[in-house]
């Protein structure tokens, strides 16, 4: 038991991967397939408030970036229950978890999709918040979840640059377009900020995490590298971030921001966020309706295989 400690600290040390077949403490397994579940159901419930406007998309063009963007949700949501399943738990189980609330997924998907402008806003915002975050995890020490990484965030880049694309075309158009922009701006803002998780001084499992190379980046840090990110894009597009405390510091080098409202993702978490309930009712209904589908794959895996024998 001593050996295999010390060679999953060491595997750990010398900055290489922990693989399925290695040896892990029951703690870092259990922090892996929370993360992993937590993530794979954040990209799931994410497909439904851009989802939502794939039948009211205003061209075939835009149309058919949003589906294909949609789509990359779900995929990523299949790699990463495949790479929770490497760790010995499996998609149905982690399924009936998020459907019972026993485990979560990102607050942001809780907000409503109001207009148009948001798909661009979730896009610019949301999936580069996300990129901030997963960037890093590329490297994460989990082997499965740091591949899985590495395409997911390929494709969150071209959610990003697609969305900022939607924006730049809406602020060129005309003043009830440009306005539903900063509309969503002023909306999305703070949820993004919100998404790297509370202030390190509250985040009892960053530095297990950080000690275990799960995490590379503290959630301030990650927020920071956002933010600074984020302004000169702001100005590029026109519009204004909601927050009179923005400005750079000279001195940090870095722009300070104004304080976030804590309580409200508290409140979004504990699942009084404005969609909370209709995100998991739709997510509860599209499970049941797939039952069928599940009961047909598994009895065309009973037939092969029973052909197999004979
Ligand atoms: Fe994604
Ligand atoms: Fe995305």
Redesign the pocket.
């Known amino acids: 038991m001593a050996d295999l400690q010390e060679h999953f600290d060491r595997t750990i040390a010398r900055d290489q991967r922990v693989e399925p077949r290695d040896w892990m403490p029951d703690g870092y397994r259990g922090t892996m397939i929370r993360q992993i579940a937590q993530h794979a159901h954040s ?1 799931i419930i ?1 497909m439904q408030p851009e989802g939502a406007w794939i039948t009211r998309a205003p061209s075939l063009r835009r149309k058919a970036i949003l589906l294909a963007k949609v789509q ?2 779900a995929g ?1 949501g299949l790699y990463l229950y495949s790479a929770a399943e490497t760790l010995g738990t499996d998609r149905a189980e982690l399924t009936g978890k998020l459907i019972e609330g026993r485990q979560k997924y990102s607050s942001i998907f809780n907000y409503p999709t109001l207009s148009y402008a948001d798909v661009g806003v979730i896009g610019w915002l949301v ?1 580069g918040a ?1 990129i901030c975050n997963q960037v890093p995890l590329c490297r994460s020490s989990y082997g499965p979840y740091a591949r899985a990484m590495i395409r ?1 965030c390929k ?2 880049s071209f ?1 990003q640059r697609q969305g900022y694309e939607l924006l730049m075309t809406m602020m060129a158009g005309t003043p009830a377009q440009r306005d539903m922009v900063q509309d969503a701006v002023d909306r999305w803002w703070w949820p993004s900020l919100m998404m790297f998780g509370p202030p390190d001084h509250a985040s009892p499992n960053t530095e297990r995490s950080m000690a275990w190379k799960i995490k590379r980046h503290t959630n301030d840090e990650l927020r920071q590298r956002f933010v600074d990110m984020t302004v000169p894009q702001a100005e590029a597009l026109g519009v204004t971030l909601p927050d009179p405390g923005l400005r750079w510091n000279p001195e940090r080098g870095h722009h300070d921001f104004g304080p976030i409202d804590w309580s409200e993702l508290q409140r979004v978490i504990s699942g009084n966020g404005p969609c909370n309930a209709e995100r998991m009712a739709v997510r509860r209904a599209a499970h049941e309706d797939g039952a069928w589908v599940r009961e047909a794959a598994a009895a065309y895996a009973r037939k092969t295989r029973d052909g197999e024998a004979a």
């Open positions: 990209e994410g990359d949700e990523h999936d996300a997911i494709e969150e959610h």
